[in-house]
């Protein structure tokens, strides 16, 4: 059974992790392509200054069709300005798109850009506005951070991120009695699982700690690792990890790893 309400992918308030310019590059890419075959109105906020690689424009060379859609305004740039980043200016962009006849819209930026005009405490807050926004408008945002800057954060912010989080090949998110994974869990991805688990099994209060797998299509010794530190101490203290609806080839490395054999674990069913 596959976890309700959520599903990998890049619509909904996400959070974007990167450890490379060339992975932010691929997510915006990708998220900016999704809002094209979408049809939305994609807003983007970056600093005035950015470097030439590092702006919109730039990470969008080679593909024509981004790039004529800058140009006729259905992708907009805007600047990385105190005002910007009101609640209120983004209701206004939001509903003036729609009434321009567009079915959504998206908004993305890096957090390091907020950072420049606002305490971190008010970004933080803003967050959590724009996650309720999100589910009152048919606006999707797309908040990028570099890891090594917020890695021990993942867990906070994921959860002011109803999308949940996502690297390259990997996403997690917040389901009702623990998390749901998808993609790859491998020596790429394994630094944000370790630590995202270590803190939402301490953090949720679950037991059994629910781990949702039905999204997940690869599993390797370092992702085992990462899966098993990270919910030592939930195990430690006598508490449970439910690995739930793994598929078929996946439920094969989890047996050929010896994940189900270790104290705590838990096998649940296949997805329907």
Same mark, same amino acid.
């Given at each position: 059974?596959?976890?309700?309400?959520?599903r990998p992918?890049w619509?909904?308030?996400?959070?974007?992790?990167?450890?490379?310019?060339a992975?932010?590059?691929a997510?915006?890419?990708?998220w900016v392509?999704?809002?094209?075959?979408?049809?939305?109105k994609?807003i983007? =906020?970056?600093?005035?200054?950015?470097?030439?690689?590092?702006?919109l424009?730039?990470? *969008? &060379?080679?593909d024509?069709?981004?790039?004529?859609?800058?140009?006729r305004?259905?992708?907009?740039?805007?600047p990385?300005?105190?005002?910007s980043y &009101?609640?209120s200016?983004?209701? =206004?962009v939001v509903?003036?798109a729609?009434? &321009?006849?567009?079915?959504?819209v998206?908004? /993305?930026?890096?957090?390091s850009a907020?950072?420049?005009?606002?305490?971190?405490r008010?970004?933080?807050?803003?967050?959590?506005a724009?996650?309720?926004?999100?589910l009152?408008?048919?606006? /999707?945002?797309?908040?990028?951070?570099?890891?090594?800057?917020?890695?021990?954060?993942?867990? /906070?912010?994921?959860?002011?991120?109803?999308?949940?989080?996502? &690297?390259?090949?990997?996403?997690?998110?917040?389901?009702?009695?623990?998390?749901?994974?998808?993609g790859?869990l491998?020596?790429?991805?394994?630094?944000?699982?370790r630590?995202?688990?270590?803190?939402?099994? =301490?953090? *949720?209060g679950?037991?059994?700690?629910v781990?949702?797998?039905?999204?997940?299509d690869?599993?390797d010794?370092?992702?085992a690792?990462?899966?098993?530190? $990270? =919910?030592?101490?939930h195990?430690?203290?006598? $508490?449970?990890v439910? *690995?739930?609806?793994?598929?078929?080839?996946?439920?094969h490395? @989890?047996h *050929?790893l010896? @994940?189900?054999?270790?104290?705590? @674990?838990?096998?649940?069913?296949?997805?329907?």
């Amino acid at each position: 059974m596959r976890a309700h309400g959520w599903r990998p992918g890049w619509d909904g308030h996400l959070l974007l992790f990167y450890d490379q310019e060339a992975q932010r590059r691929a997510g915006v890419a990708a998220w900016v392509g999704r809002g094209l075959d979408l049809g939305s109105k994609i807003i983007y =906020t970056e600093p005035g200054d950015a470097p030439a690689d590092r702006s919109l424009r730039g990470m *969008l &060379e080679g593909d024509p069709h981004a790039l004529e859609a800058l140009d006729r305004g259905q992708i907009q740039v805007v600047p990385a300005e105190r005002t910007s980043y &009101e609640l209120s200016f983004m209701e =206004t962009v939001v509903d003036e798109a729609l009434s &321009e006849g567009y079915p959504s819209v998206r908004w /993305s930026a890096d957090a390091s850009a907020a950072w420049q005009v606002m305490p971190r405490r008010r970004h933080e807050q803003l967050e959590q506005a724009t996650d309720r926004l999100c589910l009152s408008r048919p606006l /999707s945002a797309m908040c990028q951070y570099r890891t090594p800057e917020s890695g021990e954060a993942a867990w /906070s912010l994921s959860r002011s991120h109803r999308a949940g989080l996502r &690297e390259q090949l990997f996403q997690a998110a917040t389901v009702e009695g623990g998390l749901a994974l998808a993609g790859e869990l491998d020596i790429a991805s394994q630094d944000t699982l370790r630590s995202l688990l270590a803190t939402a099994t =301490t953090g *949720l209060g679950q037991d059994p700690f629910v781990l949702d797998l039905s999204w997940v299509d690869f599993l390797d010794l370092p992702g085992a690792r990462a899966l098993m530190l $990270g =919910t030592g101490a939930h195990r430690d203290r006598g $508490g449970q990890v439910l *690995l739930q609806a793994p598929r078929p080839h996946v439920e094969h490395l @989890i047996h *050929l790893l010896g @994940i189900d054999q270790k104290d705590g @674990i838990q096998l649940g069913g296949r997805p329907r």
